[in-house]
């Protein structure tokens, strides 16, 4: 079993920053990818961006050049810097942990983009 946190989220105005952080707990030995979905009202939810337990990573579209995905303590704690926050980027942002079996998800962070 895996638990996931996210925290970071909150109410910063476009250009700005932030950083989103998921702790894991339980077998996070056993995470082999970590990744950060979002979701916004009325949409389907997306792929924001992947680490794997190699290092390796990815991004979605919509936020190549602006966000970085890292890591600490293996994927025990994965993070998401988001920088040049868009209005667009307004979503829930779910932290996701694979194992070799099973997936399991977050509770979320909101985060606002506005002025």
């Known amino acids: 079993q895996v638990q996931l946190v996210e925290s970071g989220g909150g109410l910063v105005q476009p250009g700005g920053s932030l950083r989103l952080s998921c702790a894991a707990s339980g077998s996070t030995a056993s995470i082999i990818v970590m990744r950060w979905y979002r979701q916004a009202p009325g949409k389907e939810r997306e792929l924001v961006a992947v680490?794997?337990?190699?290092?390796?990573?990815n991004y979605g579209d919509s936020v190549k050049g602006r966000f970085g995905i890292s890591r600490d303590n293996g994927l025990a704690t994965v993070y998401l810097q988001m920088n040049n926050l868009k209005p667009e980027d307004t979503a829930v942002y779910y932290c996701n942990a694979l194992t070799g079996t099973m997936r399991y998800w977050g509770q979320g962070t909101q985060v606002t983009v506005s002025s």
């Open positions: 680490i794997t337990s190699g290092g390796n990573t």
